[in-house]
């Protein structure tokens, strides 16, 4: 999901209750803050060598050992405001991509893409999911596009990983 398209989101259903699921029927407690924005630029270098490019806002999300029995969860309207302040100090890049950081004692911290999301009449619910790492350059290093395979072919020596 792009930033803009998170925005739009929380615009239109600005009312409702903005809820994480981090996994399948777990989510972010009531007791959620949104503690850091970031706008990330990424540089990187791939295993065949190839470079990229690309920016993403990293949205952190923080329970507060201090509201751990609070039910309400927070509007989508105060997250906005939130996301608005931090658009005057520090541009949102409309088209980056966008992720969740989380952690909790039972969740190692990850950062997470928004998978799908839904809504009914009180809540909008971002169910939030993490990505496997993969092989850019799978077609430069010979790599076949199956599961194991990838392993064993990418060796020292190949120009590969």
């Given amino acids: 999901m792009k930033t803009k398209e998170f925005l739009s989101i929380l615009e239109t259903h600005k009312e409702k209750s903005l809820l994480f699921e981090y996994q399948p029927s777990n989510f972010v407690p009531a007791s959620y803050h949104i503690t850091e924005v970031k706008n990330i630029q990424i540089e990187a270098v791939d295993c065949g060598a190839r470079s990229d490019t ?23 309207s105060k997250a906005l405001d939130i996301l608005k302040r931090v658009d ?17 004692a ?5 950062q997470l893409f928004v998978n799908q999301y ?16 993969d092989c850019k350059a799978k077609a430069s290093c010979g790599v076949p596009e199956t599961s194991n395979a990838a392993v064993k072919s990418c060796v020292p020596g190949t120009g590969c990983c």
């Fill in 54 to 76: 690309w920016e993403e806002t990293l949205i952190q999300l923080w329970e507060s050992p201090a509201e751990k029995h609070k039910s309400i969860y927070m509007a989508a």
């Fill in 88 to 104: 005057t100090m520090r541009p949102l890049t409309r088209d980056a991509e966008l992720k969740f950081e989380y952690g909790n």
């Fill in 106 to 110: 039972n969740f190692h911290t990850a």
């Fill in 118 to 133: 839904s809504w009914d009449t009180h809540q909008i619910i971002f169910k939030l999911g993490v990505e496997k790492t």
